[in-house]
């Protein structure tokens, strides 16, 4: 049997949010007709999650499941309340295996769909003269609520817009009336205000509620309101490949990537970071052909020796939003994660693939271990195990070099 996909929705009190979430369901089992799609409940809304996996799982021959969670950000229930109910399931099931996909996130079909439902309302208005409000949740976890935040900035770094103010519908400020507040005093008076988030129900109705108080205070403003995202394709495809990548996860499966070679020569490449890391790969991009520019405010006497013989730009300072712009391929190698994970948003935004030296999750690719014999490259992309990789990669090297010697003789 086929492992089954249970979706971990909120739970609305809106008869509409809850039809809704459902027509994603559909969605979605349209995208994977061959297996089981089913949908649960945080709160509010029946079945459960565990009820939901407890129906699933039961019957099976070796009962699995994976649950992803129809969450756009890392709140409370993705980190604390869907694990809860996984376990709670597994104490029911003994033997039951359930693995558990991350969360939504900022998507780039997502960010599209923001984009459209934006657009959609804006009329005859131009991004060169509008201010966007982008409506969070709130949450108890700070994380979260910074990534909203980030958030908000990717699209006003990619939309064009005359500003995009970052607002909490709940739990934590700004408010929705502070972020219009400060949309306001920046000199906003086209704003259009979009609550990010996925379904019809009480923060959408509080939103449409607040903003028009605020505009009735504000005459000399026009506010207009955006739908959220919805049951929309883009949406059904994030959850569907949510799906397919964690079953990639597994073990026993191969490494969840495809293995490509990239044909760099004269194409642009930025590097961020100068350390052991970039020390290492810089040489085989400039063997590439690759148009490698180095951005650190320090390097390593390697790097520095490659730029002194003309192979290497450097620019000596530190990364700033707008660097991966233009490039085919970036690699995000410092030794701040906060940085890394800014470069790799920014390469996200723009459909450059990006290598995460330190979190490679975080990353669009990942840089296979590799070695050359005779004309012949072994490469090796492990599940994100590098000792393992290395160790793969150097039986089948000696492999290859055994029949290459066999062909000589």
């Not at 309302?121 to 609520?145: C, F, I, Q």
């Not at 994660?337 to 979190?359: K, M, Q, S, Y």
Request: hydrophobic share 45%.
């Amino acid at each position: 049997m086929t492992t089954p996909l249970v979706i971990a929705a909120h739970g609305t009190r809106d008869p509409q949010g809850e039809a809704v979430s459902r027509e994603l369901a559909d969605r979605v089992q349209a995208l994977l007709p061959d297996r089981r799609v089913a949908i649960g409940f945080v709160e509010l809304s029946s079945p459960s999650i565990p009820d939901v996996l407890v129906d699933v799982l039961r019957g099976q021959d070796d009962p699995r499941a994976v649950v992803v969670p129809l969450m756009l950000g890392t709140g409370g229930h993705v980190r604390i309340d869907i694990p809860e109910f996984i376990e709670q399931t597994l104490e029911a099931l003994p033997g039951a295996r359930i693995d558990y996909a991350t969360h939504l996130g900022p998507d780039p079909r997502l960010i599209d769909a923001v984009r459209a439902r934006i657009a959609a309302v804006m009329g005859d208005w131009v991004p060169a003269d509008t201010t966007v409000v982008l409506v969070g949740r709130g949450a108890l976890v700070p994380d979260a609520n910074a990534d909203h935040v980030r958030l908000a900035r990717l699209h006003f770094e990619t939309g064009g817009w005359q500003g995009v103010e970052p607002g909490f519908i709940q739990v934590t400020r700004p408010s929705l009336p502070e972020a219009l507040d400060r949309a306001y005093a920046a000199g906003g008076r086209k704003i259009v205000v979009m609550g990010h988030w996925l379904f019809p129900g009480r923060l959408r109705t509080w939103t449409h509620q607040q903003s028009a108080a605020w505009a009735a205070a504000h005459p000399d403003a026009q506010v207009r309101v955006a739908e959220v995202i919805g049951a929309c394709d883009e949406l059904a495809h994030v959850v569907a490949d949510r799906y397919r990548q964690t079953l990639l996860d597994a073990p026993g499966a191969g490494a969840p990537a495809y293995l490509s070679g990239l044909r760099l020569g004269g194409r642009r490449v930025v590097v961020v970071g100068g350390g052991a890391v970039s020390t290492r790969r810089v040489p085989r991009l400039l063997d590439s052909g690759a148009d490698v520019t180095l951005i650190s405010p320090e390097a390593t006497p390697a790097l520095e020796a490659l730029v002194a013989q003309g192979r290497l730009a450097w620019e000596r300072r530190r990364y700033a939003d707008g660097d991966v712009a233009g490039a085919w391929y970036a690699l995000a190698q410092t030794d701040d994660p906060r940085v890394n994970a800014l470069v790799a948003a920014e390469a996200e935004a723009g459909r450059t693939f990006c290598v995460r030296a330190d979190d490679a999750t975080g990353g669009s690719a990942w840089t296979a271990t590799t070695m050359n014999a005779d004309g012949v490259t072994v490469g090796v992309l492990g599940s994100r195990d590098p000792v393992r990789s290395r160790g793969v990669r150097d039986a089948l090297l000696a492999s290859v070099r055994s029949a290459l010697a066999k062909e000589a003789s």
